[in-house]
């Protein structure tokens, strides 16, 4: 991948937590904090969207609202961006955490000129609470924010290292792809990410690169294209 200047990066709830699968491992933030911040010294701006899956996982809980249910969900994306931004400064980056409603003085309302602002600064800027509305995954933030910034592509670290034709947790024999277009996501339901974010992306260009959280220095890997993930296009 060559002129990659500025990057949103999604990274899931469930991978931060490690093998306590809920909660925070430290050793795993670091890690990728450290990551980010050679991308950072060499000039990339980074955005970061986070999932919520370590501590609330709305779409699994048929005993409340779902409204409501996705409301936790958001302050969970909240929770995670704060804490994970602490580590990052504890890294020696610049942070800050915009969210699309008031939380007080915790964050400060997105906007594409304040984000743009502190990218200019050289800020690791993270984009939590979601989209700010019910029924809409950490997915559709990550791509909808992306579109925003004019990011020139998403990273997706996840706990499966690409994208496959079936589930590789079932199925043993199942065929990761290099590259596949967007456009297949869509068609067959693939689930990388969500249907609606995947139209999204489609329907703006914005590609994504689909990659394991695990593997060591992923994320500078998969910004100088030399990872093993998957490249989704969208020419």
Not at 197 to 217: D, Q, R, T, Y
Request: net charge neutral; aromatic share 6%; with cysteine.
């Amino acid at each position: 991948m060559e002129n990659i200047k500025r990057v949103l990066l999604k990274l899931s709830g469930e991978a931060l937590a490690g093998k306590k699968k809920t909660g925070f491992d430290d050793e795993v933030i670091v890690s990728v904090a450290k990551q980010v911040k050679k991308l950072v010294d060499d000039g990339t701006q980074v955005g970061i969207v986070i999932g919520g899956g370590n501590f609330w996982r709305g779409r699994s809980n048929d005993s409340i609202d779902r409204t409501k249910a996705d409301s936790i969900g958001m302050l969970a994306t909240v929770m995670n961006c704060i804490y994970v931004s602490e580590i990052f400064r504890n890294e020696g980056m610049m942070t800050n955490v915009l969210t699309p409603f008031e939380v007080g003085s915790f964050t400060k309302l997105f906007s594409k000129d304040r984000a743009n602002k502190y990218f200019a600064k050289k800020m690791v800027v993270f984009f939590a609470g979601g989209i700010g509305h019910p029924c809409f995954s950490t997915d559709m933030a990550t791509v909808l924010r992306a579109i925003e910034i004019d990011a020139d592509i998403i990273l997706s670290a996840k706990s499966v290292d690409g994208v496959y034709d079936s589930d590789p947790a079932k199925n043993p024999n199942a065929k990761k792809f290099d590259t596949i277009p967007m456009q297949e996501v869509v068609d067959k339901k693939l689930g990388v990410i969500d249907l609606a974010a995947s139209v999204l992306a489609l329907e703006n260009k914005m590609p994504m690169k689909i990659f394991g959280l695990n593997e060591e220095n992923g994320i500078v890997k998969a910004v100088e294209g030399k990872n093993s993930g998957t490249v989704i296009t969208v020419d």
